[in-house]
């Protein structure tokens, strides 16, 4: 076909005369008109084109939307052709479309995400027009097909027209959003009766060339003619190249390399695919499945014929982006054909299934599996690739995956810094951006709201969380992303909430009143047991337990490791589902999750009972969720209508956390059960108010300890009377203030009370009773009494060092502690040693690096240097100061370490060093106890500032 025909052409009719006036009409008679004929071809629009690109938008986006711009126009370019040929040759005529298209295109590539709409608006438009650019030399004109096309001409550059105006009139960006709706309802308006228009066009076109064909051979060629078109076609649609992406990558897209290499290594877009290959990126709303997914398509654009994005998250956006696929493939061309949802998915299947060209297909949040198998495509020689917060689909339908995570905080805080436009590298912004990100969870939705929020109030970093933390529902509620983002952290996951019910929500409701990372399955089995209600039987049931979290394993709301059956859940999540509630349901959950921790704990309150280690574990398990639970009943301010049960769980955390020696833990848990116990009579707040004594005691307040004591007593005496176990624990506690205080005679008297009560008792804690007595005959300089007194345990009979050990028990490591000392009073240093040296071991591996391990570093040091080994005495002595310097409880256990330095030091004639160790001990001493800031420094003076026995 020559588009220069020499042949004279027929003069324009009126119908043509009054398109153009049409146009005019729309363009509103502006000065816009003149400028517009300086276009007359497709070329010559390209080439102009490139004085645009200078004036993009620095996103990558909006150049690789601009150079789509060719392949867009193309039935743009063939319509035109038709309207020269038959219509006079005049490039007036087709100027108008294109010197139109360059207007709109300069007008509306100020801003990115304005430009990509009209390209799509301009592909859309051009796909409606009428197909039959091969027949155009020979194309017999009559009245009816040149009224026809004047009606699409006109249609066409109306619109373009329409277009023109609109920009001219919005010219701001905010004045153009409020109105874009419009405008693109007019165009879909448009797009109808293009659509509708265009078949009459190619009805009248077969009409016109059926009439004039003159006999059965000229017939027989138009039917050849059609059938080398038709091949053509098909070898031009297996050349051509089909990028379907709706979605806009992130110009912020940050790491996440990670996940782009397993896909990478998984889909292998290098190579021909003989057999579908499918990889499914899984993770909670928010973490940023769709930007890697889109981040794929981009890099790998060059290695696929065709690109294919399906909105999957409803039937709904899946069958309109079939239609849309299906409408680019060129598998269907009439109005009817393109309302058929169902024939359009399938005759992109077959596409998909027959085609040679590799091709990559993107099932976008694809939630619903079940929905998602009726449009997987059966095979073919190309690639999926599926974002889901439904973990199943690695296994079915696709065929490997990976689970998407937030970032890390390191991650995280970089992320945010980039969002906010702060220097990624300076320490001081990483310190401010560290907790923001540690609150935000490193959910890249998050930190991205959050940062458009930070950005646009010119808010400094460290002024964020204090806000965040009085307002987090409004400002999660705020539509402030930096890019153009569907869901805020308000509505992210709205949709997965909605799809739990029964046990699933019941068990979504609780789960924010655990801390979030560490959530084993045990806790809710065993738990489950002391709860009333019945509502939460499911816990306590494997099946049904299991059944509750599948549905919230589905939507993404939680995680759960397989290996351990431990739950996870973000922490952004849990604030949304406590938003949801009201009060009377938060201290429902709330109640419901204090008796399910308790399990974790033993009572300690009830009996007299001793170092609960064989608890230990549980302990552990339950520990973070009960800090995690005193920390959202402040944060919501949650009112406590049972205050006993709330009390006591704080109780049985408090006494785990003394026996474990995190004492200013156990402290501040403890003063919170003691505020919260309404009754003042009952056992359990007598054991807190022990409690509080052993505390001061351990950390050398024996003077603080001793009021405490005697409070619990009194309580107790009320309670059970004189004679009763308990009494006899409250008497050993206040015997070992008075052995602290060095009152011996009082502590003597009080011992021998409680071993009174104990034997009548006949109670299994008559060793502890034995065991304090010795220690004190000790102190009182009676070593072998206090051997005799040792040997009465009943645990301790026969006793050999692995007595002590096999136990496991941190009391009886005490109680080698003091036959070591005993032996010392004897002068048995070498026994001494060999049991102090095995006392330490079982501590260092029992206690880790807490007090009672400082303590029995000090002994074997000291038995050390008596025997002549200072080098290793002094080894044993650093490791002192090291672990006494980073424990609060600890400055005690310093000082004496340096005062054994100093000696020691001294004696290797080290005066320079004997001198500063000598200093940082009177400086700690004076320090911890200013009534003994000018006592001698000899080791007498020092060990007071430690306990004499650390049990």
Not at 431 to 457: C, D, M, S, T, Y
Not at 576 to 600: H, K, M, P
């Amino acid at each position: 076909m020559s588009r220069n025909n020499s042949e004279e052409k027929p003069p324009r009719s009126p119908l043509w005369h009054r398109a153009i006036d049409r146009y005019r009409e729309e363009l509103d008679e502006n000065d816009d008109y003149q400028s517009i004929t300086e276009i007359g071809s497709l070329e010559e629009l390209l080439d102009s084109t490139k004085s645009i690109e200078p004036l993009l938008p620095s996103e990558r986006n909006a150049l690789s939307s601009m150079q789509r711009i060719g392949p867009t126009l193309k039935f743009v370019d063939d319509f035109s052709a038709v309207i020269a040929v038959c219509f006079g040759a005049d490039p007036k005529l087709t100027a108008f479309v294109w010197g139109s298209i360059r207007l709109v295109l300069s007008l509306a590539s100020s801003a990115g995400d304005t430009l990509k709409d009209v390209l799509e608006m301009l592909e859309d438009l051009s796909l409606t027009l009428p197909r039959f650019r091969a027949y155009e030399t020979n194309l017999p004109m009559d009245r009816a097909l040149e009224a026809a096309l004047v009606d699409v001409y006109t249609e066409v550059i109306c619109f373009y027209a329409r277009c023109i105006r609109f920009f001219r009139t919005h010219p701001h960006v905010l004045l153009r959003r409020n109105a874009w709706q419009d405008f693109r309802n007019d165009f879909s308006r448009t797009v109808r009766r293009i659509r509708r228009l265009s078949a009459t066009v190619e009805r009248e076109a077969e009409s016109a060339r059926m009439m004039h064909l003159n006999d059965r051979g000229k017939y027989d060629d138009v039917l050849s003619l059609m059938e080398t078109l038709k091949e053509a076609k098909i070898r031009q649609v297996e050349a051509a190249q089909y990028y379907y992406i709706p979605s806009e990558a992130s110009p912020r897209f940050w790491g996440r390399e990670d996940a782009l290499e397993a896909i990478q290594d998984a889909l292998k877009p290098d190579e021909k695919p003989f057999l579908l290959k499918t990889f499914a990126l899984y993770g909670m709303g928010g973490v940023g499945k769709t930007q890697i997914a889109l981040q794929y398509a981009l890099r790998n654009r060059d290695c696929y014929q065709a690109i294919l994005w399906v909105t999957a998250d409803n039937a709904i956006n899946m069958g309109q982006s079939f239609r849309e696929i299906a409408k680019l493939l060129g598998l269907i061309e009439t109005e009817e054909e393109l309302q058929d949802t169902v024939g359009a998915t399938r005759k992109v299947k077959n596409w998909l299934t027959d085609t040679n060209c590799p091709w990559l297909v993107i099932f976008d949040n694809a939630d619903d599996l079940e929905v998602l198998r009726h449009v997987w495509p059966a095979n073919g020689q190309g690639s999926i690739l599926l974002t889901t917060r439904n973990a199943s689909a690695t296994h079915s339908p696709a065929c490997a995956g990976m689970q998407v995570q937030p970032f890390d905080d390191a991650d995280g805080s970089q992320v945010l810094l980039k969002l906010v436009g702060l220097d990624v590298s300076l320490p001081e912004n990483q310190k401010l951006a560290a907790p923001i990100a540690r609150v935000l969870g490193g959910l890249p939705l998050a930190l991205n709201q959050i940062g458009g929020f930070i950005v646009q109030r010119k808010l400094p970093l460290q002024d964020f969380l204090p806000l965040y933390e009085r307002n987090s529902a409004k400002i999660d509620a705020r539509k402030m992303g930096i890019g153009d983002r569907e869901h805020t952290l308000s509505t992210v996951w709205n949709m997965s909430m909605s799809k739990a019910s029964g046990d699933s929500r019941m068990l979504l409701n609780i789960l924010p009143y655990f801390q979030p990372d560490e959530i084993d399955e045990a806790i809710f089995h065993q738990g489950a047991r002391l709860l009333n209600d019945v509502e939460f039987n499911f816990l306590g049931d494997k099946m049904d337990l299991g059944d509750a979290e599948e549905v919230l394993l589905k939507t993404g709301l939680i995680d759960k490791n397989p290996t351990n059956a431990v739950l996870r859940i973000h922490r952004l999540i849990q604030a949304a589902t406590v938003r949801t509630q009201n009060d009377t349901d938060r201290e429902r959950y709330f109640n419901a999750v204090v008796c399910i921790l308790s399990w974790g704990f033993p009572d300690t309150w009830s009996e007299d009972v001793g170092h609960q280690f064989q608890a230990w574990a549980n302990c552990e398990k339950c520990l973070p969720h009960v800090r995690h639970l005193v920390a959202t009943r402040e944060k919501y301010k949650i009112d406590i209508s049972d205050s006993q049960s709330y009390g006591e769980l704080l109780l049985r955390c408090s006494w785990y956390m003394y026996e474990r020696e995190c004492y200013d833990i156990a402290n501040s848990m403890i003063q919170a059960a003691l505020d919260t116990f309404k009754d003042r009579t009952t056992l359990a707040f007598a054991s807190a108010i022990d409690l509080s004594g052993l505390i001061n005691l351990d950390i050398s307040h024996p003077n603080k300890a001793l009021a405490p004591f005697r409070e619990a007593l009194e309580v107790r005496k009320q309670r059970l009377g004189s004679t009763d176990p308990l009494i006899a624990s409250s008497l050993n506690n206040i015997a070992l203030a008075y052995t602290e205080l060095v009152d011996l005679d009082k502590a003597y008297a009080t011992h021998s009370e409680a071993i009174t009560i104990r034997l009548n008792a006949q109670s299994d804690r008559i060793g502890n009773s034995y065991s304090n007595m010795s220690s004190l005959l000790l102190r009182m300089k009676k070593p072998d009494d206090a051997e005799e007194i040792l040997k009465r345990c009943p645990s301790l009979q026969d006793f050999t060092d692995e007595t002590f050990l096999k136990t496991r028990n941190p009391r009886f490591s005490g109680d080698m502690v003091l036959l070591s000392r005993i032996r010392v009073q004897q002068g048995r240093l070498d026994e001494a040693f060999r049991l102090a040296s095995k006392a330490l071991a079982f501590r260092q591996r029992m206690c880790g690096n807490r007090l009672k391990t400082c303590d029995s570093l000090y002994d074997v040091a000291g038995l050390m240097h008596r025997q002549g080994s200072s080098a290793s005495a002094i080894g044993l002595l650093g490791q002192l100061v090291d672990i006494s310097s980073s424990i609060p409880e600890g400055q005690g256990q310093l000082a004496r370490a340096y005062f054994k330095l100093a000696v020691i030091h001294k004696e290797r004639d080290r005066s320079e060093q004997s001198r500063t160790y000598r200093q940082k001990a009177e400086a700690i001493r004076a320090d911890i106890r200013p009534d003994l800031c000018n006592a001698p420094f000899d080791e007498t003076e020092f060990m007071k500032l430690c306990l004499w026995m650390l049990w």
